[in-house]
């Protein structure tokens, strides 16, 4: 398969010709750090909807592209057993872990019982890396996360992968949504680059939205965003 092929999942893709899956921005610690009055059982949702994706793509490896943690300072005890857990359920799922670091991740080497890279290659070229800055490591494609885009339609915003098939140094740029489902996520229908917070858009009208829809089991791609915003 070319290495500019994806399948998107909810709220993540799997890259065939490195067999792994990558989402991005977890956010594990959000619930807990939320003034609310009920539990969001955000543990058991992570680890339920990581699980589904495991078992749909069988991946070799499981990439979390950073955010992986909410707070930047303290990391409570719940937390740091959320993290655990997210790690353990990879490893019984038959992948490997890796962790990459996001900009609210001052604390994830401190607590990870895996080791912490600002990106990781793969073994086809592709870099995934956070997105908030410029990455360190050239890349054939990069995957990032970030800024949590989502695709608002007839009032409804849908979760939304955005791929820019030159987006970045003539290079393709795939950014995830957050797999966190608590995170209400950045409307990007009318967007441009400067609205964006990730170096890697530098031409935001090139992106096409991609949404997977779970319920029908189907994925819905769009025209660029430089074409919708004439539409939606």
Do not use: I, W
């Amino acid at each position: 398969m070319s290495r500019s092929e994806f399948v998107v999942g909810d709220r993540g893709v799997y890259l065939p010709a490195d067999d792994a899956l990558v989402v991005a921005d977890v956010h594990l610690g959000r619930a807990h750090a939320s003034n609310v009055e009920f539990p969001l059982n955000e543990r058991r949702d992570t680890l339920d909807r990581l699980g589904t994706l495991c078992d749909r793509f069988d991946p070799e490896t499981v990439v979390l592209a950073g955010d992986v943690l909410h707070r930047f300072d303290a990391v409570p005890v719940p937390v740091r057993e959320s993290l655990d857990a997210v790690v353990a359920a990879v490893r019984d799922a038959g992948a490997e872990p890796v962790l990459v670091r996001g900009n609210h991740d001052r604390q994830l080497d401190r607590v990870a019982s895996e080791p912490v890279h600002d990106a990781h290659r793969l073994d086809s070229g592709t870099v995934v890396c956070h997105g908030h800055e410029e990455p360190a490591v050239t890349g054939d494609r990069y995957v990032v996360g970030h800024d949590h885009p989502v695709l608002e339609v007839e009032g409804k915003r849908h979760p939304c992968l955005l791929y820019g098939p030159d987006a970045y140094d003539g290079v393709p740029v795939v950014m995830l949504p957050s797999f966190t489902t608590l995170a209400p996520g950045v409307v990007v229908n009318g967007m441009r680059a400067g609205d964006f917070d990730s170096p890697l858009v530098r031409r935001a009208g090139g992106f096409h939205p991609v949404v997977r829809d779970s319920d029908a089991a189907e994925t819905l791609r769009f025209p660029p965003l430089g074409e919708l915003r004439r539409v939606l």
